[in-house]
């Protein structure tokens, strides 16, 4: 066998490509005779649209079509609900407004300037509505979601038996605000028409055969006449993980302007047309015994929705799976509101839900006056205490132990208050960090050619973390080959079918997918060779042949070798190839499949000035077999710098008086930048896991996130005393 190229820490294949503008975005694909659209959105918040003047824009030199509800064509899919986000209400198919910043008006013109600057003519006029944005103000009306895609509720044992029993209770509210995910690439897509039934789309999307059903759903056509495609994606973190309302505008505007259209939105317009994390409101109850032993354990999540559709944040989905405790219950209630609907935001449930967990089991550790590790042990689930069934693999204790030696934590002195660095207040915190390891099915071809190399597709998208790299090297070990005889392509819809790139799910379903697609490619190579009476293989048993170097060879003999390039030309066609439709792994089925790590920061607090900055950090995971390196402390760093924007920056505003988001670009959304991020320190922890998936591989997108705002919250606690439990951490809130 060549030696193994996964796991080591390659650079990014694909890495020259973008720093040199070379990668081509769905925006920046080339298309003749282009035209470009522009959005006018709604200045109200509930209501419809009384009258529509849109004679000055139609007058605008260079403008072709001004599309609305008073003349776009009808979508014949508009009652199938085929997506988490129903765009019906924003495809001007009525004149309702449910929402402020509501798409109303589409202008098309030859230039995005023209566009702009037409859209800036139309003049709606409205009949408003009562409306309410207060999510407190609704919370008595909560309700239970019936269609919801994960049970909202679990009970286990008697929660209320396991509290009066408990010597110590910890009973408290955590909130977490609105959160948007702000990729640098903004959303957009081109939509080409061909004829009246087929039709291109470049599209940012983490889901590319997603958007070709929605469409072909909206559009009436089949989907096998939609092709999509997506090769780079500048960022996405949930918000490009659904149908918006963008690709479908574009396709109306392509079919009423005869052409094709680009649709760019705006930043502003990215806070109210593609989705965000949901403001939550979350009661968790701890109980415990003298010695730290969980009695019981309550998680109650309260979030917002839109009034026409339903997202559910599942934030107490960990609190059912992460500790060992007889008694627990878990619930998810929702109230709607006159805003739009929210969507998946990296690490949806856990990101917000581990806050208010681990910064629940912190309190518990200080009435108890108990080291939070060693609380945690003391409370360590050797199975899954919800599903009752065994790890997949679980290295936590690992990821304590080599996180805590690491960071230093022995030298931690437990009282809030006891260190200092001249002015400013030190403090140590941790968290433990989880998520899903999740897998769905995906299918992958691999090609290999007269010439020797191997070209493997599969649709999927690179959404920033490493995709094409990661499943070239996968498919290199698999074929035997020099990494730079292996091409991946993904991005195309007319490549094999595979999921939406979110969940943490990309690395192990299309790297599952690949490498047995490439596993699959190699026996038929060899079924070939040994049936070739002019291959020095003629004859063998394909199990008596082996792989190295791009070549067969017989185990018995090395010298009796047949290339790949020799085995191909012989057969007289152009390639091999072999497609894998794979399955979720049956052995998943029996174990609960998780990834675990512990987080570790250290805070200094201005006391005068109520300044947190974070001055260390350390964070140890146990995520299966590692693919590559480097990439995987990108994604692991990445996702920690996200966790420390959820403790002590971002937060979206809404007026409540006009329905309207105030922070609505980067100047006032606020996020960390280079000087409010120290080194960040990342521990792998080896791991197998034979289970989980074919490459024995987690995703690691997500879990670097969690657990990181509550470990900063109960480092702010050790340094000040003072428990913030309302998001984010800002200097107001410790003056």
């Not at 959303?187 to 039934?197: L, R």
């Not at 080896?686 to 969690?706: A, F, L």
């Amino acid at each position: 066998m060549s030696e193994s190229v996964v796991g080591k820490g390659i650079d990014r294949l694909d890495a020259i490509l973008k720093v040199t503008g070379k990668a081509e975005y769905p925006a920046e694909t080339g298309v003749a005779n282009i035209a470009h659209a522009a959005v006018v959105t709604s200045t109200i918040t509930r209501g419809r649209i009384a009258a529509l003047d849109t004679r000055a824009a139609e007058r605008a030199p260079g403008v072709l079509a001004v599309v609305s509800h008073l003349n776009a064509p009808k979508l014949p899919g508009i009652d199938k609900r085929a997506s988490p986000v129903d765009p019906a209400l924003q495809l001007f198919q009525n004149d309702k407004v449910v929402y402020n910043e509501q798409p109303v008006a589409l202008v098309v013109a030859d230039s995005l300037e023209r566009a702009r600057h037409a859209a800036s003519l139309v003049v709606p006029r409205y009949e408003s509505a009562s409306f309410t944005v207060d999510m407190n103000a609704e919370a008595p009306r909560a309700y239970a979601p019936p269609n919801s895609r994960f049970p909202l509720d679990s009970q286990r044992g008697d929660v209320r038996s396991g509290l009066s029993a408990a010597k110590v209770r910890i009973a408290q509210s955590y909130t977490t605000p609105i959160e948007h995910h702000n990729p640098m690439e903004p959303h957009a897509a081109i939509v080409i028409w061909q004829g009246t039934d087929h039709a291109t789309v470049y599209v940012t999307t983490q889901g590319i055969f997603f958007v070709r059903q929605r469409f072909a759903s909206l559009f009436g056509i089949p989907k096998e006449n939609v092709r999509v495609i997506s090769h780079y994606i500048g960022g996405g973190f949930g918000c490009k993980g659904v149908p918006w309302v963008y690709a479908p505008l574009a396709g109306l505007a392509a079919k009423v302007a005869g052409r094709g259209v680009k649709l760019v939105i705006t930043r502003q317009q990215m806070f109210s047309m593609v989705g965000y994390r949901s403001r939550t409101v979350q009661k968790v109850a701890l109980g415990a015994d003298s010695s730290g032993k969980l009695t019981a354990i309550s998680h109650d999540v309260l979030s917002a929705t839109s009034r026409v559709d339903e997202f559910t944040e599942p934030a107490a989905l960990q609190t059912r799976m992460l500790y060992a405790c007889p008694n627990t219950s878990t619930s998810h209630r929702l109230v709607r509101l006159d805003i739009p609907t929210p969507t998946f935001t990296r690490a949806p449930g856990e990101a917000v839900g581990t806050f208010a967990l681990e910064s629940a089991m912190d309190e518990l550790a200080y009435a108890l006056q108990m080291d939070p590790i060693a609380l945690r042990l003391r409370n360590y689930a050797e199975t899954d205490p919800d599903k009752n069934l065994p790890w997949s693999s679980k290295s936590l204790r690992e990821c304590y132990r080599r996180g805590a030696e690491k960071f230093g934590w022995p030298a931690r002195r437990p009282p809030p208050r006891s260190m200092r660095d001249g002015r400013w207040l030190v403090g140590l915190g941790m968290a433990t960090a989880t998520y899903p390891a999740n897998q769905s099915d995906a299918s992958a071809i691999a090609r290999v050619r007269a010439d020797g190399t191997a070209l493997v597709q599969a649709g999927s998208q690179d959404i920033g973390t490493g995709t094409y790299t990661i499943m070239t090297q996968i498919a290199a070990d698999a074929l035997a080959l020099p990494i730079e005889k292996v091409r991946f392509e993904l991005g195309d819809t007319t490549f094999p079918e595979t999921p939406n790139s979110g969940g943490s799910r990309t690395a192990s379903s299309v790297g599952s997918a690949v490498k047995m697609a490439a596993l699959a490619v190699r026996k038929k190579l060899a079924e070939v060779a040994v049936a070739d009476s002019k291959s020095p293989l003629h004859g063998l048993e394909v199990e008596g042949l082996d792989v190295a170097d791009g070549a067969l060879y017989a185990k018995s003999n090395r010298a009796r070798r047949d290339s790949f390039g020799d085995i191909v030309a012989r057969s007289g066609a152009a390639e091999i190839a072999v497609q894998v439709d794979n399955k979720e792994k049956e052995d998943r089925k029996r174990y609960s499949t998780h990834s675990f790590g512990a987080q570790f920061v250290e805070v200094k607090v201005d006391e005068s000035l109520g300044t947190v900055r974070v001055s260390r950090f350390v964070g140890a995971f146990a995520a299966g077999k590692i693919l590559n390196a480097k990439t995987a402390q990108s994604q692991y760093q990445g996702g920690i710098v996200w966790g420390i924007g959820l403790a002590l920056h971002e937060s979206t505003h809404r007026d409540e008086r006009l329905g309207r988001i105030v922070t609505r670009d980067l100047a006032d959304y606020h996020v960390p930048v280079h000087a409010d991020i120290p080194h960040i320190d990342v521990v792998m922890v080896d791991e197998t896991d034979p289970y989980v998936n074919e490459i024995g591989s987690k995703g690691i997108g997500e879990i670097g996130i969690t657990g990181v705002g509550a470990a900063i919250a109960n480092a702010v606690y050790h340094a000040t005393g003072r428990r913030i439990r309302d998001l984010p951490i800002t200097p107001d809130k410790l003056l």
